[in-house]
T-cell receptor, first 115, second 115 residues
Framework: AQSVTQPDIHITVSEGASLELRCNYS??????LFWYVQSPGQGLQLLLK??????LVQGIKGFEAEFKRSQSSFNLRKPSVHWSDAAEYFC?????????????FGSGTQLTVLP | DSGVTQTPKHLITATGQRVTLRCSPR?????VYWYQQSLDQGLQFLIQ???????AKGNILERFSAQQFPDLHSELNLSSLELGDSALYFC??????????????FGEGSRLTVL
């Protein structure tokens, strides 16, 4: 069964600093990979996704993520964090084939941004 | 706005009661997914429907049931409620097969509080 690990429960950065959120997955082949963001009281919004091709993917709000097959990782990065980026971030993995397409989520990383 | 509509947004009820959560997927999406988000369990997949038929089942309790209607809206029924059922329940939808690149589109959730 597939699984996702987000080793950092909580990360605090200063506004303007760079950010990297870690994500490791367990899956037999190359899965579909996603990063979602959840602001307080809101649903989950898709930041970016990877399913094939270029291993560096660009997303919304200036985020990017890099798929590294050798490390089974899909880390999320942003060069300069804004106060509005404070939220919870979820990495997710999905199966690229088959009739069941549910996503398996990591436990999330809460991001706090200091002024 | 993801296009996925969930009602009610908030619900407070007592132990032993039964509630129904409703979800309208994005226009044209045939798949509906239900997830439960709680502090101790994180985001847990409950069940998926595709065009009216159950497609995948996750960690859904026997006290919970769901269905998808011909107009593609879905309902999640929670019965004999316990304190531990208090959580945020998300509905998500995805496009029909062939147009599915894996991502799910989430509603804003229904927050259930069991007293």
């Amino acid at each position: 069964a597939q699984s996702v690990t987000q080793p950092d429960i909580h990360i605090t950065v200063s506004e303007g600093a760079s950010l990297e959120l870690r994500c490791n997955y367990s899956y037999g082949a190359t899965p579909y990979l996603f990063w979602y963001v959840q602001s307080p009281g809101q649903g989950l919004q898709l930041l970016l996704k990877y399913f094939s091709g270029d291993t560096l993917v660009q997303g919304i709000k200036g985020f990017e993520a890099e798929f590294k097959r050798s490390q089974s990782s899909f880390n999320l990065r942003k060069p300069s964090v804004h106060w509005s980026d404070a939220a919870e971030y979820f990495c997710a993995v999905g199966e690229p084939s088959g009739s069941a397409r549910q996503l398996t989520f990591g436990s999330g990383t809460q991001l706090t941004v200091l002024p | 706005d993801s296009g996925v509509t969930q009602t009610p947004k908030h619900l407070i009820t007592a132990t032993g009661q039964r509630v129904t959560l409703r979800c309208s997927p994005r226009s044209g999406d045939l798949s509906v997914y239900w997830y439960q988000q709680s502090l101790d369990q994180g985001l847990q997949f409950l069940i998926q429907y595709y065009n009216g038929e159950e497609r995948a089942k996750g960690n859904i309790l026997e006290r919970f049931s769901a269905q998808q209607f011909p107009d593609l809206h879905s309902e999640l029924n929670l019965s004999s409620l316990e304190l531990g059922d208090s959580a945020l329940y998300f509905c998500a939808s995805s496009p029909r097969q062939g147009r599915n690149t894996g991502e799910l589109f989430f509603g804003e959730g229904s927050r259930l509080t069991v007293l």
